[in-house]
């Protein structure tokens, strides 16, 4: 069984459609799509909550892999245009650490690694496989779809200027508020580990085109047709 979560109701209600059962905010419901059995979570948005559904569920349940599906802003949205597809080979946690008077974070200045994986020590950032992964766990990735470097934030970022600093830090191509929780947990569990995304927003613009949720929403049902098509 694969463990599909979404941060919102409506991200799961789009991604799957109305053949596949309500799940609200804290729920799960068991869903099998074209001969695969899938436990649909739908977490609450930012990573306190995915990181509490993600460790009560892989306590509970034993999963072949996890995959995450929403939304997410793009630093470069010639490169990333609004309502394309990107999955992350990487997820960064810009947050974690010791903040200076510049706003800046460095994640070893505290001495504290969140966790050592592999002989690895994890501090602020962990790596996918995706390809790799979704081999193991059978399912598709997209031909079109891009390969992107994920920043996983706590608060949106809403100003130009910290969006340039994301980027430039970070390498980063898209922004969102789960992914990092999500992908740390099942790295730590051992388990492949999935994130797809499609493309709502520019990062860093509050302006009303660089905005449309509704044709990134609409573009989810292409992602759970592609990854469950085999």
Sequence with gaps: MLLVATATAN?????????APAVEQG??????????????A????????????????????EFDG????????????EANPIGSVAFAWRETWPEYGLLDED??????????????????QIWNRVKFNPVND????????????RRA?????????????????????????????????????????GLPFLEVRTISNMVGSRLEQDWDIKKALKALDGIVKTLFSG
């Design 66 to 77: 996890v995959i995450n599906i929403g939304i997410a802003g793009a630093h470069d949205i």
């Design 11 to 19: 991200e799961m209600k789009t991604a799957f459609g109305a053949d």
């Design 27 to 40: 729920e799960v419901a068991e869903y099998e799509l074209n001969g695969r059995k899938l436990l649909l």
């Design 134 to 145: 979704a081999k193991k766990m059978n399912v598709t990735l997209g031909e079109k779809w």
């Design 42 to 61: 739908v977490t609450g948005v930012g990573m306190v909550n995915a990181a509490m559904v993600a460790g009560r569920l892989l306590s509970q349940y």
């Design 103 to 120: 706003g800046r974070v460095d994640p070893k200045a505290i001495g504290f690694p969140l966790a050592e994986v592999d002989g690895t």
């Design 149 to 189: 470097s994920s920043i996983s934030v706590n608060a949106v970022t809403g100003d130009t200027s910290r969006a340039g600093w994301l980027k430039t830090k970070y390498s980063g191509d898209m922004e969102n508020m789960e992914g990092f929780a999500l992908g740390f947990a099942a790295v730590q569990a």
